[in-house]
C-alpha cells in the first residue's frame, strides 16, 4: 500500500520564478492538505482540497495556489517566489468524511530553496 | 484562533528511561482532536498518538501515552523505554471535526535527544 508521494524531493529557485509541487495521496484517500513548514518551525497549513475544490484555506498570499485532479493527486503553484518561501513543503492526505477529523498521512516532503 | 504550545525546545532522555514532553492548547470549542507527529531528520511526518476530546480515556500506542487534561487543556506525550529510534522532533497539532475546520494546527516542537 503506498504512502503519501511528493516530488521532487529538493527544487532550486531564485526570486521571481515559479515553481510546481506534486503530490500523490495514500491509496483510498480522497483529500489532500499543504503545509509550509520553515526551518525550527512547526508546519504551518495552506489549504486542502477536496473534490477538485479548495475546501480551506490558511493565511497564504494568492501567490500560493493549488488544484486536485480527479485521481485525488494534487499541485502547489507558488508564483513570484522570494527568499522567505524558502521551506519544507509537506502534502497529507486524509478521508474526508464530514462530522469527523480524520488523520492526516503525511509525505516526506520537498525542500524548496529560494535564492 | 487556536493555538498550540510547546514550551520544551530540546529535551533528552537515557536509553531505556521514561520522558514526558508538554503540550497545552487554546481553545472554545469542547469538541476536538489532539495528536502527536514525530518528524525524524527523515522529514516524513509520522502519527504517534491520537485523542478525541470526548474520549475521558488516555490514549495508548505501544510504549507511547498520553495525559489528557482537558479542564487544564494540556496534552503531554509519555514515551517509556525510551529507544534510539524514538529521537526526532516531536509536534503536538489540533484540529477540530466536521465542516468547521480541518486543518492542523502545530506546535513549534520539541526535539527528542536519546542518549545511549
Known amino acids: 500500500d503506498a504512502g503519501v508521494t511528493q516530488s521532487p524531493t529538493h527544487l532550486i529557485k531564485t526570486r521571481g520564478q515559479q515553481v510546481t509541487l506534486r503530490c500523490s495521496p495514500k491509496?483510498?484517500?480522497?483529500?489532500v492538505s499543504w503545509y509550509q513548514q520553515a526551518l525550527g518551525q512547526g508546519p504551518q497549513f495552506i489549504f486542502q482540497?477536496?473534490?477538485?475544490?479548495?475546501?480551506q484555506r490558511g493565511n497564504f498570499p494568492d501567490r500560493f495556489s493549488g488544484h486536485q485532479f480527479p485521481n485525488y493527486s494534487s499541485e502547489l503553484n507558488v508564483n513570484a517566489l522570494w527568499l522567505g518561501d524558502s521551506a519544507l513543503y509537506l502534502c497529507?492526505?486524509?478521508?474526508?468524511?464530514?462530522?469527523?477529523?480524520?488523520?492526516?498521512?503525511f509525505g516526506p516532503g520537498t525542500r524548496l530553496l529560494v535564492l | 484562533a487556536q493555538t498550540v504550545t510547546q514550551s520544551q525546545p530540546e529535551m533528552s532522555v537515557q536509553e531505556a528511561e521514561t520522558v514526558t514532553l508538554s503540550c497545552t492548547y487554546d481553545?472554545?470549542?469542547?469538541?476536538?482532536?489532539l495528536f502527536w507527529y514525530k518528524q525524524p531528520p527523515s522529514r516524513q511526518m509520522i502519527l504517534v498518538i491520537r485523542?478525541?476530546?470526548?474520549?475521558?480515556q488516555n490514549a495508548t500506542e505501544n510504549r507511547f501515552s498520553v495525559n489528557f487534561q482537558k479542564a487544564a487543556k494540556s496534552f503531554s506525550l509519555k514515551i517509556s523505554d525510551s529507544q534510539l529510534g524514538d529521537a526526532a522532533m516531536y509536534f503536538c497539532?489540533?484540529?477540530?471535526?466536521?465542516?468547521?475546520?480541518?486543518?492542523?494546527?502545530f506546535g513549534k516542537g520539541t526535539k527528542l535527544s536519546v542518549i545511549p
Open positions: 482540497y477536496y473534490e477538485e475544490e479548495e475546501r
Open positions: 497539532a489540533y484540529t477540530l471535526p466536521g465542516a468547521g475546520s480541518y486543518q492542523l494546527t
Open positions: 485523542q478525541e476530546a470526548y474520549k475521558q
Open positions: 491509496s483510498g484517500h480522497d483529500t
Open positions: 497529507a492526505s486524509s478521508l474526508g468524511l464530514a462530522g469527523v477529523a480524520e488523520t492526516q498521512y
Open positions: 481553545t472554545s470549542e469542547s469538541d476536538y482532536y
